[in-house]
């Protein structure tokens, strides 16, 4: 008897779903799908905030009794990518997967729904903000709001085009296919996080896609890529929902963002 069919639901036009990581090693290297995307016409050759959002950062503190480190912003929880060697927090009220947990988005005409970008272990904020069954199968699927996780760039040559192209794959993928017109891709700019990783953040969006559906929004897409301990680009998303009244704020994304470190041994136990 063949495994089980792991859990779905719907982001917007795209599948969602939850696999194990043992069997998602292609789905989380954050570049598969490239070729898809290029031939459908894209440019380049991979909330209102809940009460802890506004958390100060002040007196944070690296270190724990037990090795690793607590999260840097009190009051927020640690998301853990061991195996990508990245620990960053996230407010109190965003629902952190397992750490086998892979989100990602495909091609709606793909039947194989082979991966365009992939996310491990990620955070998600009002996982049932829209639910809606709009692809008229007979059973309703739930929309995030909101989600922030992390990615393998294999391939990338540059911490700059690895942010850009996960960024865009994301949009795409969860906001405007078939559609890839509507995308707004902001300048690469430098980044250094509270903790001193460097490395490049790129933020797209899209404006004006068609509406297909009740949960269908424009999206956003910010990404940090950055080398991780060993010298591999890895990076940082958050994705959501773009121009409606409860988006999630960029001061919340930022605030995410800042606390993006390498993983040391520990990390979210002290």
């Not at 008897?1 to 069997?23: Q, Y």
């Not at 996230?90 to 947990?101: F, G, L, N």
């Not at 922030?148 to 690895?162: I, L, N, Q």
């Not at 990404?223 to 988006?247: I, Q």
Request: glycine letters at 12%; hydrophobic letters at 35%; proline letters at 5%.
């Amino acid at each position: 008897m063949g495994a089980p069919e792991p859990p779905r639901r719907r982001w917007n036009r795209t599948t969602v779903v939850a696999v194990a990581a043992a069997t998602a090693v292609v789905v989380a290297c954050g570049v598969t799908g490239f070729l898809v995307l290029r031939g459908n016409g894209t440019d380049r050759d991979d909330a209102k905030p809940g009460a802890t959002d506004s958390a100060s950062t002040g007196g944070t503190d690296r270190s724990s009794t037990e090795g690793g480190s607590g999260p840097l912003v009190p009051g927020w929880n640690t998301v853990v990518n061991a195996k990508r060697g990245i620990t960053f927090d996230v407010p109190a009220t965003w629902a952190r997967q397992s750490a086998d947990w892979v989100s990602y988005v495909a091609e709606d005409s793909d039947p194989e729904e082979k991966p365009l970008v992939a996310m491990m272990a990620p955070a998600v904020f009002k996982e049932k903000w829209c639910t809606s069954d709009d692809d008229k199968d007979g059973s309703e699927d739930d929309n995030p709001l909101a989600s922030t996780g992390t990615t393998g760039e294999k391939g990338a040559r540059s911490a700059a085009e690895a942010a850009e192209d996960t960024a865009k794959k994301w949009v795409y993928g969860g906001y405007t296919q078939p559609d890839s017109t509507h995308l707004e891709i902001g300048e690469a700019e430098s980044y250094r996080t509270k903790s001193g990783v460097e490395g490049s953040l790129v933020t797209v969006t899209s404006s004006g896609a068609p509406s297909k559906g009740k949960c269908d929004t424009d999206g956003k897409a910010v990404t940090f890529a950055f080398k991780n301990a060993e010298g591999k680009f890895v990076s940082w998303t958050y994705v959501g929902a773009h121009g409606v009244s409860d988006e999630v704020p960029d001061a919340t994304i930022r605030e995410i963002l800042s606390t993006v470190r390498l993983f040391e041994e520990g990390d979210g136990q002290g």
